[in-house]
C-alpha cells in the first residue's frame, strides 16, 4: 500500500467513526479526561498540517492561523495553546469548518505524498499515522463516555462488538521459567520510542492467566464485599473508592437485582462470560489481592504474550510507566510524545477492541492513571 492510499484510509477511518453522530454529539466534553469529536478530528488534522506541511511543503498556506492555538494539544515548542478542560468550550470553529479543515489539509497532503519525501519525512507522515490511530481509539471511547453519560443511554452503533471471545473461568495457567528475556521493540516497521532501547530483564519463574478476567467472576467480586473491604486496596485506591462512591466498574448499574452495563449499542444485560472492561488500575488490584493473586509486570507480559490470546482488553500491569535502558528524547517538539508523560502512570499491555487494526503489536506500552477507566481496561492475573 502507497503512502497516499495508507493516508487516505486511515484518515477516512477517522470520519466513519463519527457517522453515527448528531451535531450536538461533537462538542460535549463531560470530563477534562474526554475531548469533544469536533476536537479530534481537528487536532490529527493540525498535526499533519503542523509537522508536515508548514515545514516542508514550501507553497503551503494555512488554512486558519487560530487552529494552531485551538488544536495543540500538550506541545510546549509549538506554542500557546486552549488549556485541555476548556475543549468542550469551543463552540467555535463549527463542526462543519473542522470537516473543512480537514479535506484542505487532506488535499495538500495528497498533491505533497505526490511526490517521493525523504525518508525523515516518511518517519514523520508514519508517526503522524500512528498518532490518528491512537487518537481514533480515543475518539470512540471519549464517544462512549458522552453518550454514557446522556442519562437516555442512547444507541451509538447497535452493531458494534464490544467483545469477541467469551470467557470459561477454568483457572488455566501459563508457566514461565525463570531467566532471562529480551525486552522491546526490534526488527523493521514503526514502533514508538517508549519501545526503545530492546534490553535484557531477569525474570523469577511465574505463572499467567491464559484468560481475562470475566464479568461473572467480577460481580463475585462485588457481591462478596470487594468494594467495601479496605485490606484489598492501595491506600490511594482505597481513598479514591470512598471519595467517588465507586461500587461497580464504569457504565455498570444494578436494576431491579440485576446487572445492566452501558455499552455502544445502548444499556443491555451484562453477560457474564464477557471480560470486564472499564476498570481502573485500582479495581484491577484489588480485583487480585482478593483472588490472592497479582497482576504482572509488563515485562511478564510480553514475555508470555506470544502464548497468550490479547488484544480485547488494555490489561493494567504492576509496572509504573519508566523509560528503558539508553532511551533518549528526540530533539524538538516530537520528543514531548512520550518521555514527558513518564511519571505517576502504570503501563498497560495489549491492545482493546478500539484499538485499529495494524495498529497493536506485542511491545506497545500503553499508559494512564491508575484511576482512569473510559479505555476498555481489564485483568489478566499473575503469581
Known sequence: MSLIEKYQRIRKYSEQLCAPLQTEDYVVQPIADVSPPKWHLGHTTWFFETFILIPYSHQYQVFNADFNFVFNSYYETIGNRVIRT?????????????????????????RFLSTEPTGEIVALIELGFNHEQQHQELLLTDIKYILGNNPLFPVYDDTVAESINLIEDKGEMLQVDEGVYAIGFEGDGFSFDNEHNRHQVYLQGYSISQALVSNGAFIRFIEEGGYQNFNYWHAEGWDWVNSQHIVAPLYWYKIEGKWFQYGLSGLKEINLKEPVTHISYYEAYAFASWKGMRLPTEFEWEVAARQLNWGERWEWTESAYLPYPGFNKAPGAIGEYNGKFMVNQKVLRGASVATPDDHSRM????????HLRWQYTGIRLAQ
Do not use: I, K, W
Open 363 to 370: 511491545t506497545y506500552r500503553n499508559f494512564f492513571h491508575p
Open 86 to 110: 476548556d475543549r468542550g468550550n469551543l463552540s467555535r470553529p463549527g463542526v462543519n469548518e473542522v470537516y473543512q479543515y480537514r479535506a484542505y489539509v487532506d488535499e495538500a497532503m495528497s
